[in-house]
């Protein structure tokens, strides 16, 4: 022991621990290659249509880049005007992620069509995209997105994932920076949650109001309403609404002016 304890002062003891502290000038460096472009999107689906809305601001912190940056894209249609898709995909969260992600779901989409000679099925595009997410999950695209269109049946299908590619078929589903200002709101005017018939019983025994699909015009309106309240309070959002309706006619966009402050 004399030898061992040779060269420590009386008092001192010996550390044999790597993570001992040193006077050497400590540096951690860190690589972190995501950002938050801001704004929101939302699905609303319908017994025969299905429609798809975003914002169009982006945004970098307390930054707005741009005013006119959609959110919602056409997808396995020509590319310059997008004719012929029957999916919509929005995405919202990392911007370049979402481009990237939407161009590589568009990709495959059109190469599905040109080897098999159809167009390939919502709920085919659904899984497929699970998968292109999936296959990126240690470095998963930082988006959150929403694919809509029509099922074999012509009923509006909507699916939203995480960003590892979990999914589900939803009636209603938002998305991004306002989501939880949205979401509550569609819950009581889409899912009918916690609404009650009035004197259909007593006390707790309230009959619940059953979901049903919802006429276009409605949800139309809806959509219009959600975002025009989510803009009072989130100032990640605005600047304009980009709507997109999709039904066994095809697919119409509109575009609709939002607060710009």
């Known amino acids: 022991m004399t030898s061992l304890m040779g060269n420590q002062s009386r008092g001192e003891t010996i550390g044999y621990s790597f993570s001992e502290p040193t006077s050497a000038n400590v540096k951690q460096h860190s690589f972190y290659p995501y950002t938050d472009n801001g704004g929101s999107t939302l699905g609303i689906t319908g017994s025969d249509f299905a429609i798809l809305a975003g914002d ?11 005013r006119m940056v959609p959110k919602v894209f056409r997808i396995g249609g020509d590319d310059e005007t997008g004719e012929g898709a029957q999916v919509l995909l929005s995405v919202v969260g990392f911007a370049a992620d979402g481009n990237a992600l939407k161009e590589k779901l568009d990709t495959m989409v059109k190469m599905y069509k040109y080897k098999h000679g159809k167009p390939m099925s919502v709920s085919a595009c659904a899984q497929r995209l699970s998968t292109i997410l999936y296959e990126k999950r240690f470095f998963p695209y930082y988006v959150h997105a929403i694919l809509a269109g029509l099922d074999e049946e012509g009923v509006g299908a909507l699916y939203s994932y995480d960003p590892v590619g979990s999914y589900e078929r939803e009636q209603c589903r938002a998305a991004g920076a306002a989501s939880s200002l949205i979401m509550p709101f569609l819950d009581n005017q889409v899912n009918f949650k916690n609404q009650y018939i009035p ?6 025994a309230l009959e619940a109001v059953k979901a049903e699909p919802l006429p276009k015009d409605t949800v139309k309106q809806l959509v219009r309403d959600a975002f025009t309240s989510a803009v009072e309070r989130h100032i990640e959002v605005g600047d304009g609404l980009q709507m997109m309706i999709i039904t066994k006619e095809g697919i119409e966009e509109v575009f609709i002016p939002l607060k710009q402050d």
């Open 56 to 66: 169009t601001r982006s945004t970098s912190g307390y930054n707005i880049n741009s």
């Open 199 to 204: 004197g259909s019983g007593a006390g707790h």
